[in-house]
C-alpha cells in the first residue's frame, strides 16, 4: 500500500455522519477507544435512538450524560466506571454475558451492528490496518458490520495474531497521531501485597497465568519473579506481565496451546506497554472467544486464574459484578478462567479479595451476599479463596467446612460475628474457635 493512505481522510464529524437514528453502533474499548469518534457523535443533535454495544471504555463518556437520554442508549457488556452512574439511575443498561460469549452476539446476528467505530493502527503496505491493543470482541464486529468508521491512529500499535482488519473495508476514517490513555500501574497497599504473597506460593514453575484487571493480580505479579518458565495465556495483561517476561520469567516454552508466544485478548496499561506490544511477534492478541475458550485453556498444564471479587458469601458463592443492585464492572472473563483453570491438569483456580471494604468496616466475606448482587462464580465452580488472612480451597468442601475455612480467612474482627450468622442459619456453632 502506498504512502499516501491519509489522503482519504476526514474529520470526525463528517465521519460519524453516515450515523442514523435508530441504528446500532459498537465503540471499540479499553485503550483502543476512539474517543475523537465519540465525542463527534455526542455533538450530533440530529439523532435519536442510538444503541450504543461496548465492553468498559476509557476515558469520558459523552454519550452516557443525563442531556443525552433518548438520543443514546448505552448497553455495556462490561461496566466501567464513567457507564456505572447511568445504569443507576435507568439511562443504560449492562448485558450478563460470558466474555467468551461476546463474539458469537455479533457473529449469529443476535446483536446486528450497522456501525463500528474502532481504532486502528496504520495500514500496512498490504493493505491490513490492526485492532491494536484490543482485539477480545471488536474483530466479530468487524466481520459484521454494516459500516465501519475508524480511527487511524498512528501510535495505535500494530499488534500480532489474529488482530487484521482490511483497510479496503473501512468506510469512512480519520487520521490521528495521538498517545493512548495509559494508567500507570499503581503501587499496592499492604493488604494487596500479602493477598500477592499468598497467591504467589500457589504457582508453581512451569505454570500458565491468566490475571484479571486490577491490583490484586498486579501483586501477585510482583512476586513471581523467583519462578521458571511462566506461560501467559489470559484475556488481558498490563505492566506486570511485561517485566516478568524482560525478565525471563515468562518463557511461554512450556505451554501446550500457542507454545513460544504470550497470548492475550487485550491490554491496557502504561505507554511502555503500548510499546513493548507494538510490532512484537512474541505477543499475540486473539478474540476473546479463543482466549477464554475452556476447551482451549484445559489443554495448558498448571493454569493459575487470578480473579477478583466484591464480596464472598460462607457457602463460596462470588460476587464480582454487582454491589447489591448497583452495577460495577461485569462477569467478563472470570468464569471461563475459573473453569478452565479447574479442568486443566494441576491448575489453581483462584478468587482473591481484600478482606474488607468501606476502611475496614465491612466484611468482605459475608454470611449471604447482599440482595441483588449477582453470581459471577458459582460455589460448585469455586477452588481457592484468598485474603490477606490466607489461602483456602473449597473444593469438596461442605457447607459447614466452607464455612470454617472461610472464616478462618476473614478479618479477626469479623470472624465471631460470622460464626453467629452462620449459627442462626445453619444451627452449627463454629464460634468456640474464633476470637
Known amino acids: 500500500?502506498?504512502?499516501?493512505?491519509?489522503?482519504?481522510?476526514?474529520?470526525?464529524?463528517?465521519?460519524?455522519?453516515?450515523?442514523?437514528?435508530?441504528?446500532?453502533?459498537?465503540?471499540?474499548?479499553?485503550?483502543?477507544?476512539?474517543?475523537?469518534?465519540?465525542?463527534?457523535?455526542?455533538?450530533?443533535?440530529?439523532?435519536?435512538?442510538?444503541?450504543?454495544?461496548?465492553?468498559?471504555?476509557?476515558?469520558?463518556?459523552?454519550?452516557?450524560?443525563?442531556?443525552?437520554?433518548?438520543?443514546?442508549?448505552?448497553?455495556?457488556?462490561?461496566?466501567?466506571?464513567?457507564?456505572?452512574?447511568?445504569?443507576?439511575?435507568?439511562?443504560?443498561?449492562?448485558?450478563?454475558?460470558?466474555?467468551?460469549?461476546?463474539?458469537?452476539?455479533?457473529?449469529?446476528?443476535?446483536?446486528?451492528?450497522?456501525?463500528?467505530?474502532?481504532?486502528?493502527?496504520?495500514?500496512?503496505?498490504?493493505?491490513?490496518?490492526?485492532?491494536?491493543?484490543?482485539?477480545?470482541?471488536?474483530?466479530?464486529?468487524?466481520?459484521?458490520?454494516?459500516?465501519?468508521?475508524?480511527?487511524?491512529?498512528?501510535?495505535?500499535?500494530?499488534?500480532?495474531?489474529?488482530?487484521?482488519?482490511?483497510?479496503?473495508?473501512?468506510?469512512?476514517?480519520?487520521?490521528?497521531?495521538?498517545?493512548?490513555?495509559?494508567?500507570?500501574?499503581?503501587?499496592?497497599?499492604?493488604?494487596?501485597?500479602?493477598?500477592?504473597?499468598h497467591v504467589a506460593a500457589l504457582v508453581q514453575n512451569g505454570a500458565t497465568l491468566q490475571m484479571g484487571i486490577g491490583a490484586i493480580p498486579d501483586a501477585v505479579l510482583r512476586r513471581l519473579g523467583d519462578k521458571e518458565d511462566l506461560g501467559i495465556h489470559t484475556e488481558m495483561f498490563s505492566d506486570g506481565v511485561m517485566a516478568l517476561i524482560k525478565s525471563g520469567v515468562v518463557t511461554n516454552r512450556l505451554k501446550h496451546v500457542h507454545r513460544g508466544r504470550t497470548v492475550t485478548s487485550f491490554v491496557?496499561?502504561?505507554?511502555?506497554?503500548?510499546?513493548?506490544?507494538?510490532?512484537?511477534?512474541?505477543?499475540?492478541?486473539?478474540?476473546?472467544?479463543?482466549?477464554?475458550?475452556?476447551?482451549?485453556?484445559?489443554?495448558?498444564d498448571r493454569v493459575v486464574a487470578i480473579n477478583s471479587a466484591l464480596e464472598v458469601d460462607l457457602s463460596g458463592q462470588v460476587c464480582a459484578d454487582s454491589i447489591g443492585y448497583r452495577i460495577y464492572s461485569g462477569i467478563g472473563g472470570q468464569m471461563d478462567f475459573i473453569r478452565g483453570a479447574a479442568l486443566s491438569k494441576e491448575g489453581v483456580p483462584v478468587i482473591a479479595l481484600p478482606s474488607t471494604a468501606a476502611g475496614g468496616t465491612l466484611s468482605r466475606l459475608v454470611p449471604a451476599l447482599k440482595p441483588g448482587a449477582g453470581v459471577v462464580?458459582?460455589?460448585?465452580?469455586?477452588?481457592?479463596?484468598?485474603?490477606?488472612?490466607?489461602?483456602?480451597?473449597?473444593?469438596g468442601r461442605s457447607l459447614r467446612q466452607r464455612a470454617e475455612l472461610l472464616i478462618s480467612i476473614a478479618h479477626p474482627d469479623m470472624r465471631g460475628e460470622l460464626s453467629r450468622a452462620y449459627l442462626a442459619v445453619r444451627h452449627v456453632d463454629l464460634g468456640a474457635s474464633q476470637p
Open 1 to 197: 500500500m502506498t504512502a499516501d493512505w491519509t489522503q482519504g481522510a476526514t474529520s470526525a464529524d463528517d465521519a460519524v455522519a453516515c450515523v442514523r437514528s435508530g441504528m446500532r453502533v459498537f465503540i471499540h474499548g479499553a485503550a483502543a477507544t476512539p474517543t475523537p469518534l465519540i465525542e463527534a457523535l455526542a455533538r450530533r443533535t440530529d439523532l435519536d435512538n442510538i444503541t450504543l454495544y461496548h465492553l468498559h471504555t476509557s476515558g469520558p463518556a459523552p454519550f452516557a450524560t443525563p442531556e443525552q437520554q433518548g438520543r443514546f442508549f448505552s448497553v455495556s457488556l462490561f461496566t466501567g466506571p464513567p457507564l456505572r452512574a447511568a445504569i443507576d439511575d435507568g439511562r443504560a443498561d449492562f448485558m450478563p454475558v460470558f466474555l467468551s460469549d461476546i463474539p458469537s452476539l455479533f457473529d449469529s446476528g443476535l446483536i446486528p451492528i450497522d456501525v463500528a467505530l474502532l481504532q486502528l493502527s496504520p495500514p500496512d503496505r498490504h493493505g491490513y490496518c490492526t485492532l491494536g491493543t484490543s482485539v477480545d470482541a471488536a474483530l466479530a464486529v468487524a466481520r459484521n458490520a454494516r459500516i465501519i468508521v475508524a480511527e487511524i491512529n498512528q501510535q495505535m500499535p500494530r499488534t500480532h495474531g489474529n488482530t487484521l482488519v482490511p483497510f479496503a473495508t473501512v468506510s469512512h476514517f480519520i487520521a490521528t497521531n495521538r498517545p493512548l490513555l495509559a494508567h500507570d500501574p499503581p503501587e499496592p497497599s499492604a493488604v494487596e501485597a500479602q493477598i500477592g504473597g
Open 268 to 300: 491496557n496499561g502504561s505507554q511502555q506497554l503500548f510499546d513493548f506490544v507494538n510490532d512484537n511477534p512474541f505477543v499475540e492478541f486473539h478474540p476473546c472467544d479463543r482466549t477464554n475458550d475452556t476447551a482451549i485453556i484445559r489443554r495448558n
Open 377 to 395: 462464580t458459582t460455589r460448585g465452580h469455586v477452588h481457592w479463596v484468598v485474603t490477606e488472612y490466607g489461602a483456602v480451597n473449597l473444593f
